[in-house]
């Protein structure tokens, strides 16, 4: 096995080649780095559940979920690496979901003004998306991804075995992200997503390897087509900024909460956009089809405040991700007060 040839899939940055290894197996990471100048970087789940595939490497175990992803983290990291005798020639491996590679990225970047570092995501959000872009970065109290850098890894490997113990929240939450990619890019994947079912995915390592190679394609394309955020990649925004408002008055997790945010933009798309009302009610089927909620009693006086201060706004308008047809988006204008009209009256 150690010497099955890889093959990777290699994805073009400016001044950067990412090799994604897709169907892959976490044995293979020792074709790829040195096991004796290496550190992983892990959560407590997946340390316990993967317990076997950690065994001989040197692994740095941080405390799971959202509320860690802070510089005390990042402390606890370059603490444990000085230890480790860690120097230039070491190479980061983070092996986790979004949480972990965002901070992994971020030590790895920091560490002796910056070191190599890949990626081995293990959850569906971290799969199609939060490992792909070049984006690290921790949180600030509670302002989010604060602090960060833009460098890529030198590669991601997949290993679909690390999904078979992943949640279903957490099957849930990613597929939030893949509907949106589907709803901006690509209407096959649309199609393919209505015929199939959760039970297709997670029965079958080949569905969920093709959907998620995808997926890489649809961020990857739209990330180098714009990687310094001028353009293109705000259609990634797509349900983002109505579902990040109501995440944060809500507690909501992120998936459920785009997936709200995706039904308003669909709303708003009819409204300013010329989409049809027939399109957003299958954007409404498919969400539910994969457990996502499409109505949340929210509290719409806070919501509104937050939406304020979003970075969307200019002066009386705000840019807003709306939809031409079902995969297909682009950015129009909204005034505040038809915002406000469609948010009070017709959400
Ligand atoms: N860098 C980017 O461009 C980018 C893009 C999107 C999101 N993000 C970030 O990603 C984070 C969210 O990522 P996430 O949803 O993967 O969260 P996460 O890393 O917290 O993982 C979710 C939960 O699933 C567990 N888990 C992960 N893989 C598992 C597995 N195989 N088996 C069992 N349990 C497993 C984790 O321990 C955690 O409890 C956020 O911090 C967000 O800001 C970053
Ligand atoms: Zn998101």
Partial sequence: MKNKEMISNKYQFSGKIVDAYFDSEFQMLENLVKKENTVLITDKNIFDKHNEKFSAWKTVVLKPGEQFKNQKSVDEIINQLIALNADRQTFIVGVGGGVVTDIAGFAASIYMRGIKFGFVPTSI??????????????????????????????????D????????????????????????????????????????????????????????????????????????????????????????????LPHGSAISIGMVAAGIISEKINGFSHFETEKIKQ???KYQLPVAFDFDREKTWDILLHDKKKAGNDMNFVVLDKIGKASIKKISLTDLHEIFFTQL
């Fill in 160 to 251: 679909y075995s690390f999904l078979e113990t992943l949640p279903d929240s957490e099957w849930i939450n990613g597929f939030a992200e893949i509907i949106k990619h589907s709803c901006i890019k690509d209407e096959k994947m649309f199609d393919v997503l209505e015929h199939k079912s959760f039970t297709d995915f997670q029965g079958s390592k080949e569905e969920i390897g093709k959907l998620i190679g995808s997926n890489v394609d649809i961020k990857y394309h739209v990330v180098a087509n714009d990687e310094f955020e001028t353009g293109e990649r705000k259609l990634l925004n797509f349900g983002h900024t109505i579902g990040h408002a109501i995440e944060n008055t809500s507690k």
């Fill in 286 to 288: 498919l969400l539910s």
């Fill in 125 to 158: 959000l971290g799969m199609v998306d939060a490992s792909i872009g070049g984006k690290n970065g921790i949180d600030v109290g509670v302002y989010k991804n604060l602090v960060g850098v833009i460098r890529h890894p030198e590669f991601l490997l997949y």
